[in-house]
């Protein structure tokens, strides 16, 4: 299993048809667990597996194998030297693996077919393995397998009382691993929506959402600011919740006017919970990581309004964090209130980054030294090269604190859409009452969008939508206070 021998079989095609010949491998343990060792193997490649139906199937048969405990094989009555002696070269091939630094999570302790199968299922995503590796997951029972082995980690998780584990910590790292997957397969995908939406009562939503919960107590209590921390307890759960909240966002996104997904929003805490993480767990996160957990929190908040009039006015009356405590038991102002305030902070964030960048273009930068006109070369396209590189790194952070601040203004353009009092409220928290600054912030994102088709942002039509309706609502302010309005 050299590496040159592994290329040569994917080069060829022959990695399918052997997978093909070994459709009766989960009938004979042994077999079955060289099976699932050569799939394992072939897995960790940065060459893409050959991965087709046939050996879907066969990895989710051998999954179905799994025993998932110490002498697993012995168990199994099959303790003959040969056995022993095909399970001993399973181990010192896999720790081989492991000390060339892949498969770091495998725990060679226990080697089942099983865990192998569940190992490889998890390092393949739809992106490698093509469309169709979405419809087959669910259609051969694959999603259900991921599902479950989501809730039985999470079985161990108390959402209050945790102590802290390696064990625990490696559960939580698996659950990770599942929900990427789970991301890859729910995404534009609503027939796999719908069937995890309802999978056994919902199990996996009311999961999640503990989960959730968890992830926002746990993550102020162990603040990880390194990031290139990724085994602290504070980063594991910060992944986790990442994870997590691209999940809730693709099961949260309802399709064809159907409120389905959205109606995770009305379950117990979900709405306080994703405010808390927006408005608070981002001070417990490495500087990089904050935009992610804003966006990400933003994009699923939109979601449950989008066209869910009842999250719309949970969301209105919801309360926000206390800004002297990170726990939820203080009196609390609005959450509306606090959005608002969060809108003004990033809307002068990118005023300030912007500023930045036209003093670089106008030379006035004091990061880099200008060279003398009679530099080398060299140091004249070095300082190019620098001055480039902060004007992108500026202009990147400017469009982030846009963003955030354009998807508040779109959260709050629902919320107060067909409602005069929750559009009253939020009229009082602006400057006389003007919707100006929202809508210049959301006509800047709206250009950004046009020129640059990003894929993943909020679409076009509901983003005009929103300006529409803002717009409405300052020309209609304007006229009741006698100021010039704003044309629609």
Wanted: net charge negative; with cysteine; hydrophobic share 40%.
């Amino acid at each position: 299993m050299t590496p040159a021998f592994r290329m040569h079989v994917k080069a060829h095609g022959t990695v399918a048809k052997i997978f093909r010949a070994l459709q009766d491998a989960t009938k004979d343990q042994s077999l079955g667990m060289c099976t699932a060792t050569v799939m394992f193997v072939l897995s960790q490649d940065r060459l893409n597996m050959d991965l087709d139906r046939d050996c879907l199937e066969l990895m989710l048969n051998l999954l179905e194998n799994d025993t998932s405990h110490d002498q697993a094989l012995d168990d199994c009555g099959l303790t003959d030297h040969q056995l022993q002696k095909t399970r001993e070269r399973v181990i010192q091939l896999c720790s081989e693996i492991k000390s060339q630094g892949a498969a770091k999570y495998l725990n060679t302790d226990n080697i089942t077919v099983g865990q192998l199968a569940m190992e490889t299922l998890l390092s393949l995503t739809s992106a490698r393995a093509g469309e169709w590796f979405k419809e087959e997951m669910r259609q051969l029972g694959g999603l259900d397998h991921i599902v479950r082995t989501v809730v039985q980690c999470c079985d161990h998780v108390d959402s209050m009382t945790n102590v802290w584990s390696p064990t625990l910590i490696d559960r939580i790292k698996k659950v990770d691993r599942c929900l990427r997957i789970l991301e890859n397969v729910t995404i534009q995908n609503e027939e796999n929506n719908v069937y995890l939406l309802d999978f056994e009562n919902g199990i996996l939503i009311d999961t999640l959402i503990r989960m959730f919960k968890v992830c926002d107590y746990e993550i102020p209590l162990y603040p990880s600011y390194d990031e290139n921390d990724k085994d602290s307890i504070g980063a594991v759960l910060r992944e986790c919740l990442t994870a997590n909240l691209k999940v809730l966002i693709n099961l949260s996104h309802d399709s064809n006017q159907i409120t389905h997904g959205s109606k995770i929003g009305q379950k117990d805490g979900v709405i306080d919970t994703t405010l808390h993480i927006f408005l608070k767990v981002p001070e417990y996160v490495p500087h990089d990581e904050k935009f992610d957990i804003m966006f990400l929190t933003l994009t699923l908040l939109i979601n449950l309004v989008e066209i869910n009039v009842e999250n719309r006015k949970l969301i209105a009356e919801a309360k926000a964090p206390d800004t002297s405590d990170i726990l939820h038991d203080s009196k609390k102002s609005f959450a509306i209130e606090a959005l608002v305030k969060m809108f003004f902070q990033q809307e002068e964030l990118a005023k300030t980054e912007e500023k930045k960048t036209d003093e670089i273009l106008d030379g006035e930068n004091k990061q880099t030294e200008k060279p003398a006109k009679d530099a080398p070369l060299k140091a004249h396209t070095q300082y190019i090269e620098e001055t480039i590189a902060l004007l992108v790194e500026k202009a990147g952070q400017n469009m982030q604190h846009t963003m955030i601040a354009s998807y508040i203004a779109i959260l709050l353009g629902y919320i107060t859409m067909d409602d005069k009092e929750y559009l009253e409220f939020v009229g009082k928290q602006l400057p006389d009452g003007r919707f100006t600054a929202m809508l210049a912030v959301l006509d800047k994102y709206l250009n950004f969008m046009k020129l640059t088709a990003a894929p993943g942002t909020r679409g076009i039509k509901s983003v005009e939508m929103i300006i529409k309706h803002l717009t409405k609502c300052e020309k209609l302010q304007a006229e009741a206070s006698g100021l010039p309005g704003t044309s629609a």
